[in-house]
């Protein structure tokens, strides 16, 4: 079974200091790794994936994530926040082969203050 | 280029009843995926359809059920509606071809059960 656990309900961090979101997973495998957004009321938006390669993934909006394999972990980064990041981020997890479907964590609500 | 549309946006039944939602894919994608994301969780994988036929499932009842029509869009049926089946539906769709890492999210159907 695949799994994924945000350990963290909420975020918060100040506007320009850097923003780091955490997420670790289980698959059998390898793994393929996504981190969607969400704003309120509406669907998900793709920020970034790990498929294979380079193990710093670079994203939409300025995001970044970083796979460790030995930790089994995808930690989503932001260098400077925004305001505007202020939303709801999910990690999901899918094996390279097998099963399609993606397993998504609880989710981690990002609160950037001015 | 359309991404993904999903119908109705808001709907509200009572407990009991049948409902229909639906899906179209983003254009070049030819696989479609259901979610469910009650409040406060991440999504929840329902079903996968490709080539019109059911291909994965997840943790949910009979009452679920779907279809793929040839153009690719998809409808999801749900019958003796549940209070808890209350959520944001979510449709996402992907091209099989790029081993289905490639999702695209509508923006989802709000159900309410009452």
């Known amino acids: 079974a695949q799994s994924v656990a945000q350990p963290e309900d909420q975020v918060n961090v100040a506007e320009g200091n850097p923003l780091t979101v955490k997420c670790t997973y289980s698959?059998?495998?390898?793994?393929?790794l996504f981190w969607y957004v969400q704003y309120p009321n509406r669907g998900l938006q793709f920020l970034l994936k790990y498929i294979t390669g380079d193990n710093l993934v670079k994203g939409s909006y300025g995001f970044e994530a970083e796979f460790n394999k030995s930790q089994t972990s995808f930690h989503l980064k932001k260098p400077s926040a925004l305001v505007s990041d202020s939303a709801l981020y999910f990690c999901?997890?899918?094996?390279?082969?097998?099963?399609?479907?993606?397993?998504f964590g609880s989710g981690t609500r990002l609160q950037v203050q001015p | 280029d359309a991404g993904v549309t999903q119908s109705p946006t808001h709907l509200i039944k009572t407990r009991g009843q049948q409902v229909t939602l639906r899906c179209s894919p983003k254009?070049?994608?030819?696989?479609v995926s259901w979610y469910q994301q009650a409040l406060g969780q991440g999504p929840q994988f329902i079903f996968q359809y490709y080539e019109e036929e059911e291909r994965q499932r997840g943790n949910f009842p009979d009452r679920f059920s779907g279809h793929q029509f040839p153009n690719y869009s998809s409808e999801l049926n749900v019958n003796a509606l549940l209070l808890g089946d209350s959520a944001l539906y979510l449709c996402?769709?992907?091209?099989?071809?790029?081993?289905?890492?490639?999702?695209?999210f509508g923006s989802g159907t709000r159900l309410t059960v009452v």
């Open positions: 999901a997890v899918r094996g390279a082969t097998g099963r399609r479907a993606l397993t």
């Open positions: 996402a769709s992907s091209f099989r071809g790029q081993g289905n890492y490639g999702y695209t």
């Open positions: 254009s070049g994608h030819d696989t």
């Open positions: 698959v059998s495998g390898n793994p393929y």
